[in-house]
């Protein structure tokens, strides 16, 4: 529980092969309970923040606005072989619980899961020293 | 593996093992020392071969500790009898039961027969899978402090034979108040320091974020339980903008909204709406009194009606001299500081906040919007007097001198 790990949102990216995503859909019925249950384990730990899967990748368009005038593009971006396929939110005490949590995502053979931390100030900020004083005040005057 | 992968797998699994273990030898104290020591040797043996199942290790190796430890009971006491124990080795772990093992947990740990402080410690130890240190380092005691509370606890259960079960529906809900305030205790303490140099303890705040959401997920059907994360998720959303740059406290009025954790607000909501099934208790009211803050763009524009409403509500479920004060400046927002200093002088008139700062702060300002500046001034001075912050008292003074 290192001050400058608290309370850190750190999103596991879901990265698949068109091989592992086939793999998924065919075996959709036996992970689909299984991603559910996952779901459900990490809410009773408290770390739960949001998930969600993306549609394929065949299905998206990409917007350039490199130029000077956006161009739009079917398909998916770029000739990558893996693909974003979906994320799961999860706030937790240190990337290494994160790195725990995601050798527990149900998958296939084939995906992979890139572990990266939330940036901005929707965190909250380490040493904020002095707050007592607002707070008593905001308390004593009812705004709190 | 590092010290700090062993943390994560003990953050994750530890409440489940000390649960588990404590169901197989019926014994809080003994699963505790067990899992601890468990986790001591995952500390060694990892880093120089990391199992395949770190968590299945875990709870084998606690098992094990369990049943040496009983075995050394039962052979200084000559009781071999007690050997009968042995068959919890053969005895797999139930995935159905966890959720109830976890929950009974948390209602052991939070057990009346414990002092306030043992209950806090064992919580954030057992529940939450906090070493002696960290626990000790967020509230700014020293370790064996901590230690002895938590030994102690442990006795006290034993002693007290506690059985580790679910309370039963009838007793429930009364022991189920006494979780969520010592929640709210490690939250509020996370989030308002009551002594030491480090003011917030953001890591402590989390903690009781965490502890909240897992109840929520473990009693659904539970509404208070909604409320006190909703309340917990609405406060912390406030924390990125309660400093300035250089540290300073910023005054709520003068917070940049745009700073609060959108999210949390959100997350807070969505707890608010499953707290408000059968109406709001004391939780889910401040928390409705929070989200109401929270939804409103500026204190101009904040809906102090409802914020009036809520308090009388609130003073209603769960009366208290510093909610009606709290009332007291919600009224003068809404309907001017005449209506307000009526309950205010009430308040002083039953001698119900003796000694307190905050009644002549609150009069004094209601004085100062009335433009009763004299009284308004010696009211102030006299919060001054009676306040134990400098950096609040400083404040106050300056208040007061600018009345003159």
Known sequence: MAEEDTMAKYMLIMRGTDESNAAVMAGFEELAPKTYHFIE???????????????????????????????????????????????????????EEAVEWAKRVPSVAGAKIEVRRVAGDDEMPPGMEGSVEELARSESTGRI | MSTADVEAVWRIESARIVAALTRFTGDFGLAEDAAQEAVAEALVSWPRAAPADPAGWLMATARRRAIDAIRRRTTLKGKYALMAVDPVVEDEIDPDRIDDDVLALMFTSCHPVLSREAQVALTLRVVGGLSSEEIARAFLVPVPTVQARITRGKKTIAAAGVPFELPAAYERRERLSGVLSVVYVIFTE??????????????LAYEAIRLARTLAALLPDEPEVHGLLALCELTAARFPARLDPDGTPVLLEDQDRRRWDHSAIRRGMDALVKASTRGLGPYGLQAAIAATHASAPSVEETDWDRIVVLYEALGRVAPSPVVELNRAVAVAMASGPAQALAIVDELIALDRLPGSHLLPTVRGELLTRLGRRPEARAELELAARLCANQRERSVLLRKAAALT
Not at chain 1, 54 to 68: A, I, M, N, R, Y
Not at chain 1, 88 to 94: G, I, N, R
């Open chain 1, 41 to 95: 384990e990490l809410t009773k730990a408290g770390v739960f923040v949001a998930a969600e899967g993306l549609d394929d990748p065949g299905q998206g368009v990409v917007v350039d606005v490199s130029g000077e005038a956006p161009v739009v593009t079917d398909g998916p971006y770029g000739e990558t072989k893996e693909l974003f396929g979906g994320y799961f939110l999860l706030d937790v005490a240190s990337k």
């Open chain 2, 190 to 203: 996370g989030s308002t320091a009551t002594s030491g140099d480090r003011l917030v303890r953001p890591d």
